[in-house]
């Protein structure tokens, strides 16, 4: 028999009370499944609100009531330099200098902003190289500005695929390609964590081999951002962009952001698409026809802030602060481990061929695990979920699962690990 008292909730509740870091969940909406919290696992898709979150929404509806057209000046958070709210915030959370960070937009059309930019095939060098499987939405964008030059995927995109037998990308791999076709590459684009299988690519070892073989290096940090400590700026990345609806907490369609290193911010030696609000802000409103860049980040913001919803996402980010990244990332190892502790657990004791296919080492990966339970298909999935279990099913067969330190508890996960001993025994 295994040993499951470390999963009794009495056990359980005394780890979360204990913890170095208390939780913050009394400060999130937590949905509601027969009347009890539900085990949330999906803040990797859509993170919980923020109770903050409709004050700050409704502050701007008042000023906006208040104010009129004014607001832009006397809102309490003037709406003409918004923005301006985030450079710190997200400066600290993806460990960046003020001036390369911009709230803007949604994650693919800064995808796109960015490789406007920084994807520019020339000559012989006219390749990307990125993981395969990518999610779709970084694929479309990908291929698109592929044709988009002239060139043809088919040809032009190099994926990078796990090991035969494996899930998990090799860096090595990737390096092996920039050495012996690295003159062919002008951009290697992968996503931060994979968000398939939760892994956690060595950001920085990728963007030495991709600079190393003359190519610009970029990430797409969706399900990197407030899941693992980055250091953007010192791991020398050319550029990067996020959602921040799904570890952020900043609610559907959120705005989303961009990194843009030092180095390039105030380069004229690339195509950028540019409206209003990237240029100066001194001279914003004299209206003048040529174009003078913000020389920061923000010279790729196009157009006015999204008030209502960067509102949220501020509420939000101020959590983040409050609690520190670094915080964050110890308990979330604590989280998963015993999330994982649990799962290896059942599988000995139903004889269940319970598979985690995000890396073992917590140096390579974030909060997500990733499960394929052989042999159970999706069932398994839909007596988790009328258990109250709300985690995603990615087809063909993978299970993902996402304990976010700031919401998620010891307890959620021993409940979890109780529903899944006994939705497997009897296989
Ligand atoms: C969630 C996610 C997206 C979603 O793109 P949107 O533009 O926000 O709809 C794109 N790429 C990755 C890697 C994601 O994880």
């Not at 540019?274 to 240029?279: A, I, L, P, S, T």
């Not at 999330?339 to 139903?350: D, H, K, P, T």
């Amino acid at each position: 028999m295994e040993d499951f008292s470390p999963y009794e909730l009495d056990h359980a509740r005394a780890l979360d009370a204990q913890d170095a870091l208390p939780t913050r969940r009394a400060e999130f909406h937590v949905p509601q499944h027969n009347g009890e919290d539900t085990i949330y696992f999906t803040g990797n898709s859509l993170g919980l609100q923020p109770k903050a979150a409709a004050d700050a929404l409704q502050t701007e509806l008042d000023d906006w009531a208040e104010h009129g057209v004014e607001g832009h000046f006397r809102a309490r958070n003037p709406w003409v330099s918004y923005h301006e709210r985030f450079a710190a915030g997200l400066a600290q959370l993806v460990g960046a200098k003020p001036e390369e960070v911009v709230a803007m937009n949604a994650l693919t059309v800064n995808l796109h902003l960015l490789l406007v930019s920084f994807y520019r095939p020339e000559g012989k060098r006219t390749k990307i190289l990125c993981e395969a499987k990518a999610f779709p939405s970084d694929q479309y964008a990908l291929a698109s500005q592929v044709r988009f030059h002239g060139g043809d995927p088919e040809t032009d995109i190099i994926e990078i695929a796990p090991r035969e037998g494996t899930s998990i990308i090799e860096e090595a791999d990737i390096e092996a390609v920039l050495r012996t076709s690295g003159d062919e590459i002008a951009l290697v684009m992968m996503g931060g964590v994979q968000y398939f299988t939760g892994q956690w690519l060595d950001m920085a070892r990728i963007t030495r081999a991709a600079h190393a073989a003359g190519a610009i290096c970029g990430f797409d940090l969706a399900h990197a951002v407030g899941n693992v400590p980055l250091q953007l700026h010192d791991w020398d990345i050319d550029f990067a962009c996020w959602c921040t609806y799904k570890y952020l907490n900043s609610g559907p369609g959120a705005v989303a952001g961009a990194f843009v290193h030092r180095r390039h911010v105030q380069s004229t030696s690339f195509p950028r698409f540019e409206g209003w609000w990237g240029h100066n802000a001194e001279r914003r409103f004299l209206m003048e026809p040529e174009f003078d860049s913000m020389g920061t980040a923000e010279a790729w913001q196009m157009s006015n802030a999204p008030v209502f919803n960067m509102a949220i996402h501020a509420a939000s980010l101020e959590q983040f602060s409050s609690v520190g990244m670094e915080a964050l990332r110890a308990k979330s190892l604590r989280l998963t481990a015993y999330l994982e502790a649990g799962i290896q657990a059942v599988a000995r004791q139903n004889n269940a061929q319970l598979e985690v296919i995000t890396p073992a080492d917590p140096d390579r990966r974030g909060c997500q695990l990733s499960l394929v339970a052989h042999g159970f298909g999706r069932e398994l999935f839909q007596t988790l979920t009328d258990a109250g279990v709300v985690a995603d099913w990615r087809e063909p067969n993978v299970i993902r699962m996402a304990p976010v330190p700031l919401y998620n508890t010891f307890e959620d996960i021993a409940r979890f690990v109780r529903v899944l001993k006994s939705a497997t025994e009897n296989n």
